[in-house]
Every structure is written in C-alpha cells, then in structure tokens.
C-alpha cells in the first residue's frame, strides 16, 4: 500500500486554474462585499454556466 501513488487528473488542474482567475476577476469587478461574494460562489459554478451555454448553442 505504501507504494501506491494517487493520481489526480488534468481536469483538477484545470479547473483550479479556471476558479482562481475566474475568483480574480469576479472580486476585481466587485463594487461592494455582496457582489464579492456572488463573485466567490460564480467562480465556483463557472464550468456550469460555460457548459450550459455551449450546449444552448449546440441546439442539445
């Protein structure tokens, strides 16, 4: 067991990558601490909305 090595996919990478500039740019554009927050929980569901928009466009 001590030989096992956990293997964590790209896709965890990429979306840390995702959420940290999406948490950057959210919280720039923030004009008060409530609009921050809905920044915060944005940059969390941001691979939602980008999925649902391709798909609305795909006619799917």
Do not use: C, Q, R
Request: proline share 2%.
């Amino acid at each position: 067991m001590k030989d096992e090595v956990k293997k964590v996919g790209n896709g965890s990478v990429l979306y840390g990558m995702g959420f940290l500039g999406a948490l950057v740019y959210f919280i720039g554009h923030a004009l008060s601490f409530w609009t921050g927050v809905l920044g915060v929980v944005k940059a969390i569901f941001w691979p939602a909305f980008v999925i649902y928009k391709v798909l609305e466009l795909l006619k799917l």
